[in-house]
């Protein structure tokens, strides 16, 4: 699903039980991580829940590497704000990931308000998690 689908489908939603039930829903879209990929080195560090997160370059786009993400997390809410990120972020080049300020698309889905200061910070941890891998794919390019 695309963001602009998402921030359309949320204008929709005026109440927050709706708009929770639907963050689920979107969590449940998510490509399955392999039970293999629930290892240490993939976990976020920061998340009250467990989440991971695995990242996948393409060192030859066009405009510079591309970054790919898969994640899982334990927690139903927390799957679908890894499904927005993850629409936010993934298949984009490094350096659209880097300029990308995800404050303003929080903002209008209205989740810096309706979120716990725990699930705020995980999703901090989660956006600091893809910069940095974006910011190595563009170290590794030289």
């Not at 560090?45 to 790919?68: F, K, N």
């Not at 995980?122 to 974006?134: C, F, H, T």
Request: one cysteine or more.
């Amino acid at each position: 699903m695309t963001l602009d689908e998402i921030l359309d489908n949320f204008a929709l939603l005026d109440d927050w039980d709706d708009r929770y039930r639907y963050i689920i829903e979107l969590g449940r879209t998510l490509t399955p991580l392999p039970e293999a990929d629930h290892v240490e080195a993939n976990k976020v560090q920061g998340c009250a829940s467990q989440v991971w997160l695995t990242t996948q370059v393409r060192p030859d786009g066009a405009d510079g590497p591309v970054l790919s993400f898969v994640g899982d997390s334990d927690a139903h809410i927390v799957r679908g704000l890894i499904a927005i990120l993850l629409s936010l972020y993934s298949d984009k080049p490094a350096d659209d990931i880097l300029a990308t300020d995800p404050a303003t698309i929080f903002e209008k889905l209205g989740l810096k308000e309706h979120l716990t200061p725990q699930r705020s910070n995980g999703l901090k941890s989660m956006v600091a998690r893809i910069r940095r891998d974006a910011e190595a794919a563009l170290a590794a390019r030289g």
